[in-house]
């Protein structure tokens, strides 16, 4: 890494508030809502205390794991209009600051993690630490137009890990919460991308739209669109959920569906802001906290005896 001019002795003052930004909050409340649902959704019990206990270690990782993604990233979030104001690129704190935060927020999840919870749950916490910390910052971003996919990984984890976090083992329903995240990252993320593109061109990231082109990443947004609706709907087809979650997860991938369509069909000639883009965009974000909450929903009906 270059050093930053982020480091110089003409810094801003620091203040709580910079550190907390350097978590991703916007980021972590999808974290903590989907680990939430992972918790309430998973079969069994658990007591309140290690539930609460379980969300907040998840929440340390994922913010531990955030910090060591902008620490690594200062230059290249001083080159983009998006994340220029950033604490690190803005001035307001030095790098080492954020860097040994980043590590204690990190190191402290785990072993909460694994004293209070259990040592199975620990360890995919931390397996997603390093996998958006090394693998998907250090290593894929800057090599590969594909990192988003591979890199989608890291966002799918929360779930894994509340269920885990419950049960204390692996199935097939906590597999199939992974892989939903994991597929709808792409389109969710590539709408991003299309519109915010001169950025990543501008400061060298390969994203799909600056490497391979617009065409190209409209077909692989529908291409992750299509395998997503399965997915989506996997949960009930299996007999994990009841018809509640199933209709929702139809309806919602559905939309998903027609929503994708006028990206996949736009021109490049066609001037409207971007607008199928943005409206794909945040219809992504809406699609999975339905969908999750669906998931909790369909849980509470099963407990309550509303449902067989």
Known sequence: MATSATTTPAMMPTEWRDFFA??????????IFTAICGVLA???SIHPVIG???ILAIAMGA????????????????????????????????REDARD?????????????????????????????????????????????????IGGGAGAFPPLIGWVAVTGEITAMP??????????????????????????????IPMLPVVAGERATRRQIMGYTVLLAPIAVAPWLIGGTSWIYGSVAVVLSA???????????????ETDAMLPEKRLFKFSIVYLFVLFAALVADRVAAYQGLIA
């Open 52 to 54: 609460f206990t379980a």
């Open 22 to 31: 350097l978590t991703k909050p916007r980021v972590m409340t999808l974290v």
């Open 255 to 269: 939309l998903f569906l027609l929503l994708a369509l006028p990206v996949f069909t736009r021109t490049r000639g």
């Open 42 to 44: 998973a079969p069994g």
């Open 63 to 94: 913010g531990g794991s955030a910090v060591l993604n902008m620490w690594w990233e200062a230059d290249i979030d001083a080159g983009m209009k998006r994340t220029m104001s950033r604490p690190l690129p803005g001035g307001r704190m030095r």
């Open 101 to 149: 935060f980043g590590i204690f927020l990190s190191a402290v999840s785990i072993v909460l993690m694994g004293l209070a919870v259990g040592w199975l749950a620990a360890s995919l916490l931390l397996g997603a630490i390093i996998y958006y910390a090394v693998i998907y910052t250090m290593w894929l971003k800057p090599r590969t137009p594909q990192n988003i996919v």
């Open 175 to 204: 597999i199939l919460l992974f892989a939903i995240i994991f597929f709808w990252t792409p389109p969710h993320f590539w709408a991003l991308a299309l519109f915010v593109q001169t950025d990543y061109e501008k400061v060298g």
